[in-house]
């Protein structure tokens, strides 16, 4: 299993920015995907979720009505809008799946993608 972040950056307060995760090495369609942060010295936050049809979504409180979770089945990939920045919204990001099978849990990580915002 892989995933692998892209499209993160520097950016102004008050912009937007578009992070993708491409997934391979499992059935991509049948799994949830989410997205974490993590800001140095704090524990790693849950930030968005998505189920595997896309068609239900959750967000952290105060990412509400900023940022935006989708997926394409068919390119394997999440993405993770995110509009009006804010400082922070500085961290690293990443992608996240998990499910558990007859052999047990399983979660998997990307390797992270970092997200500053300037003030």
């Known amino acids: 299993v892989q995933l692998v972040e892209s499209g993160g950056g520097l950016v102004q307060a008050g912009g937007s920015l578009r992070l993708s995760c491409v997934a391979s090495?499992?059935?991509?369609?049948?799994?949830?995907m989410a997205w974490y942060r993590q800001i140095p010295g704090k524990e790693r936050a849950w930030v968005a979720v998505?189920?595997?049809?896309?068609?239900?979504?959750d967000y952290m409180d105060s990412v509400k009505g900023r940022f935006t979770i989708s997926r394409d089945n068919v390119e394997k990939t999440v993405y993770l809008q995110m509009n009006n920045l804010k400082p922070d919204d500085t961290a690293v990001y990443y992608c996240?799946?998990?499910?558990?099978?007859?052999?047990?849990?399983?979660?998997?990580w990307g390797q992270g993608i970092q997200v500053t915002v300037s003030s």
């Open positions: 996240q799946t998990a499910w558990s099978g007859a052999d047990g849990p399983h979660e998997y």
């Open positions: 090495g499992f059935t991509f369609k049948r799994y949830g």
């Open positions: 998505i189920d595997s049809t896309g068609r239900i979504t």
